[in-house]
């Protein structure tokens, strides 16, 4: 079965230091990844996906994102992060099962807190 | 660009009552989600459409949930009747669907059955 994890449901990170945000997927054939943030009281925000070519990947606010295929991983990472990132944050990847379809299977999201 | 545009952004109703979501995707999006959220079920995709065609409704609770799509700009949610269980924020996205996958979700309903 596909699949999509997030293993942590929580990182906290100092305000100035890099951090990660871990994904990782199971899909049969190429995989389409994706991350998004959902700040409080807000929908759910498109931040960066891969599809093919390089395997680093550039988004909104700074996050990029790097695409693994022998770990079969596509963390999250920004070089310095802000109070403003604190947010939830989603990795997802493109249902491929039965046939290619348009949807995308969410992983359960990890909280980042970024202290000042 | 206007987004995905959804109403009401919050609505509280009584045990029973018909509750009516509402969802105009960006224009010239041709795939359509509608999704809950809660803490303690997380995001679940209820259902989608491609083209104002239902494909997928495996994720509907039970037949008191219904969802339409009567032209590519706008869809309903309708649950009726409505239960405390079913307090939760409701989102609706959109895709271009070929080649572009990644939705775009709406602002969400905050519904509160009491």
């Known amino acids: 079965a596909q699949s999509v994890a997030q293993p942590e449901d929580q990182v906290n990170v100092a305000e100035g230091n890099p951090l990660t945000v871990k994904c990782t997927y199971s899909?049969?054939?190429?995989?389409?990844l994706f991350w998004y943030v959902q700040y409080p009281n807000r929908g759910l925000q498109f931040l960066l996906k891969?599809?093919?070519?390089?395997?680093l990947v550039k988004g909104s606010y700074g996050f990029e994102a790097e695409f693994n295929k022998s770990q079969t991983s596509f963390h999250l990472k920004k070089p310095s992060a802000l109070v403003s990132d604190s947010a939830l944050y989603f990795c997802?990847?493109?249902?491929?099962?039965?046939?290619?379809?348009?949807?995308?299977?969410f992983g359960t999201g990890t909280l980042l807190a970024v202290q000042p | 660009d206007a987004g995905v545009i959804q109403s009401p952004r919050h609505e509280v109703t009584e045990m029973g009552q018909e509750v009516t979501l509402r969802c105009k995707p960006i224009?010239?999006?041709?795939?359509l989600f509608w999704y809950r959220q809660t803490m303690m079920r997380g995001l679940e995709l209820l259902i989608y459409?491609?083209?104002?065609?239902?494909?997928?409704d495996s994720g509907m609770p039970e037949d008191r949930f219904s969802a339409k799509m009567p032209n590519a700009s706008f869809s309903t949610l309708k649950i009726q009747p409505s239960e405390p269980r079913d307090s939760a924020v409701y989102f609706c996205?959109?895709?271009?669907?070929?080649?572009?996958?990644?939705?775009?979700f709406g602002p969400g309903t905050r519904l509160t059955v009491t």
């Open positions: 996205a959109s895709s271009l669907g070929t080649s572009s996958y990644e939705q775009y």
């Open positions: 899909v049969s054939g190429n995989p389409y």
């Open positions: 891969y599809i093919t070519g390089d395997n």
């Open positions: 997802a990847v493109r249902d491929m099962e039965g046939g290619a379809t348009n949807k995308l299977i």
């Open positions: 224009s010239g999006h041709n795939s």
């Open positions: 459409f491609n083209n104002n065609v239902p494909i997928d």
